[in-house]
């Protein structure tokens, strides 16, 4: 199966940007209209119009390290070359990545691939930095300091400095004054270290400080190089000598504990404009730090694109990272869920998140069958989504009321469906905060603006269910095709439930664990349960009244019914390492039924994961697959062969796919990703 050669777009972000936690933002040292973004868990974001717009750009990493859940980076852990931008470097999942074309391509240059199990790896990073002569440091979170001086390809161990604790969620990172000064500034411990011999020695400045964020910046064409230093007790320091003395140009009431990610924005300029962004305190400087105005951050705030609420009431002292264009003019800061810009020199600040994409999906979005404008989506963190413009903006919709005051907290979205024969209504399951985050199933009549109760899971069927329990949030909503008022909803953790009433009274049908998906065949009489880690498929041919095992597997990993015919489904029989740290059989199967699942005919040796079939062209099909490196594959032949249909996916693989509500369309679904194709009928490679 070639690559296909096509220069078009095939896939687009799809879905509301924002959510999760993004950790830093940086500049490119050129180009004042290229920013990146890094998150906690979708991955590398590029913005090419000064951060307004944003795409994911890290699919090659996703697949170098077996497209995991979430590909994890921190503050600091993403470096540009300030000589030679095409040279980036990125630290994460416990390797060093490079580019060598402006982030296109990554291949990894340091490390090895987390095994499959592996949960603590993709959380290990190394703080990056690059010298101005194109030095490239990696510091990771043992402490010990890399260096390579021929863009990644070979690397040396340095002296460690002497910094006496790291910590991953806020770690020790490297300021890169020139090729043979450096600094490393680390949260946990006290003091600044400071080597003049490029790493092999080192001394302890600023011994008394906790240093929060450090920035260096050339002065002027003589290579003069002023450093800041946040430290923990809101002071700024700054440095013209290479870090031999400091002085504190700037006082502020910003005080910072052990763990907290909220370590203050530092970003300069090489104009000599400098913007800190310290607890309650925004100050902005023209002349190197020497004198300051403070800026209102409360005043002018408005979260723009970003159609969530912030976890906080204010924005004061939530700033992660901060950075500012290459042209002084764009400054941009990230606070978690939120990226903020401002074209004012902090002024005024406009939220930013259009395909910056960090919520979390279980399932992929609820297209209208009435009207393919129109769709939610649940995300963990942030409830339910709705856009009424075919995605171009999204709104968050209040379903359960009293969970939304000024101190907000978290309340996770897992399900979002719409009727399929009554416009205005959509059915959601969300979770509580804290305590309450057993699943309650949601009803909607007017497009989403009201919601009532109609099932409390615990309250009615009871289980174990507390602040944080793995994969209890997963599930999944059915209709009968012939009667819409019959409803099938599975949960992870207790089972399949039926309702025949239109969701008014449930009854428990099926009592088992991982219960994933459900689907049902064109007439309803046949209903499917995918079940992920054990068990596999079940089956229920009296519309879900009683079950037995259809297929038994280690766990089914996808599975798609023929839209026309009511006996032929697929499955992927196996288990796709998307799905967290579980080792099923490797490599998983495709299979094909056509009596109901009685009996099953392997179609092809792929890594299948999961599969869609459209319902307009049939012999249309999609496979998520770590095969051969391919990521999505299409079949038009119905399963028969396979070629590849992946290009431009912003993520490696897809957890999932969705009817886009129109032929030729489709939306795929990763953990923190989602991506639209409207060309699903075009011949590609073909």
């Known amino acids: 199966m070639p690559s296909v050669a096509c220069s078009e777009s095939l896939w687009v972000p ?11 933002v940086v500049a490119h040292p050129i180009d004042p209209q290229e920013v990146w973004a890094m998150t906690d868990l979708s991955g590398l974001f590029r913005s090419r119009d000064a951060g307004v717009t944003w795409r994911k750009m890290s699919a090659d990493v996703e697949r170098g390290v077996l497209a995991r859940k979430q590909i994890v980076s921190h503050n600091r852990q993403f470096a540009i070359d300030p000589q030679a931008p095409q040279h980036m470097y990125w630290g994460t999942c416990g390797m060093i990545w490079a580019s060598h074309n402006g982030g296109v391509e990554w291949v990894p240059v340091w490390g090895n691939p987390p095994s499959v199990g592996d949960d603590r790896t993709p959380g290990i990073g190394h703080a990056m930095d690059v010298a101005p002569d194109g030095t490239v440091y990696a510091l990771d979170s043992a402490s010990v300091l890399r260096v ?21 969620d806020t770690p020790a990172f490297p300021i890169a004054i020139s090729g043979r ?25 600023l011994k008394s400080r906790i240093i929060l964020n450090a920035r260096a910046v050339s002065k002027d064409a003589s290579g003069s190089t002023v450093l800041f230093a946040l430290d923990s007790n809101g002071n700024l320091h700054r440095s013209g000598d290479n870090a031999a003395t400091f002085e504190i140009v700037k006082t502020s009431a910003h005080r910072w504990r052990l763990g907290q990610r909220f370590a203050g924005g530092l970003a300069v300029s090489g104009e000599g404009k400098v913007m800190l962004w310290a607890s309650g305190d925004l100050s902005v400087s023209h002349d190197w730090g020497d004198s300051w105005t403070k800026r209102s951050i409360d005043q002018n705030w408005d979260r723009g694109s970003y159609p969530g609420m912030n976890r906080y009431a204010s924005p004061e002292g939530k700033c992660s990272a901060a950075t500012v264009t290459a042209d002084g003019k764009t400054w941009l800061t990230c606070d978690s869920s939120l990226m903020c ?7 005024s600040w406009t939220g930013c998140t259009t395909g910056l994409q960090v919520l979390c999906y279980f399932q992929g979005p609820a297209v209208s069958p009435h009207d393919p404008q129109q769709a939610m989506v649940a995300a963990l963190d942030q409830g339910v989504f709705k856009t009424n ?36 209504t959509w059915f959601a399951v969300i979770h509580g905060h804290g305590g309450t985050r057993h699943p309650r199933l949601h009803r909607s009549d007017d497009g989403g603006e009201n919601w009532q109760l109609v099932l409390d899971l615990k309250e009615r069927f009871g289980g174990q269910w507390g602040r944080w329990l793995d994969d209890t949030e997963m599930g999944d909503l059915c209709f009968d095709p012939s009667n819409p008022d019959v409803m099938h909803l599975c949960n992870y953790q207790l089972g399949v439930f039926k309702s025949t009433d239109g969701g008014a009274t ?40 009683s079950w037995q095992v259809a297929h038994a597997a280690d766990g089914i990993d996808g599975m798609a019914h023929h839209p026309h015919d009511e006996s032929t489904l697929f499955v992927s029989d196996g288990q796709h390492e998307n799905y967290w740290s579980h080792e099923g059989r490797r490599p998983a199967k495709l299979l094909r039924s056509t009596d109901a699942g009685q009996n099953w005919t392997e179609l092809a040796a792929l890594d299948s994961g999961p599969l869609y079939i459209d319902p307009i062209k049939p012999e249309i099909m999609l496979m998520s697959t770590l095969h051969g490196g391919r990521g999505i594959l299409r079949s038009t032949d119905s399963g028969q062969t396979w070629h590849d249909f992946h290009h431009d996916a912003p993520s490696y693989t897809a957890r999932g796919f969705t009817y886009g509500g129109k032929p030729g369309s489709v939306i795929y679904h990763m953990f923190g990703n989602q991506a639209l194709t409207e060309t699903l009928y075009r011949s590609i490679g073909f």
Not at 341 to 347: M, Q, V, Y
Not at 389 to 396: L, M, Q, S, Y
């Open 14 to 24: 799809f879905g509301p940007g924002g959510g999760g936690w993004i950790e830093d």
């Open 148 to 168: 390579s001086r021929d863009h990644g390809t070979s690397w040396s161990e340095l002296t460690s400095p002497p910094i006496a604790e790291n910590s991953t």
């Open 181 to 205: 000064t450096l600094c490393v500034a680390c949260r946990p411990s006290k003091g600044l270290a400071v080597s003049h011999d490029g790493g092999v020695t080192w001394t302890l400045t």
């Open 341 to 347: 810009r401002s074209t004012d020199d902090g002024l």
């Open 389 to 424: 413009d075919g995605g171009a903006t999204w709104k968050p919709l209040r379903i359960q009321s009293e969970w939304w005051d000024s101190d907000w907290q978290n309340h996770d979205g897992s399900v979002v469906k719409a009727h399929p024969s009554k416009p205005g």
């Open 506 to 545: 449930w009854q428990q049908t099926l009592s088992t664990k991982n219960a994933l998906s459900l689907m049902t065949s064109p007439s309803g009489q046949h209903v499917y349960l995918q079940c992920l880690k054990r068990t596999g498929l079940y089956a229920s041919h009296d519309r879900g009244e």
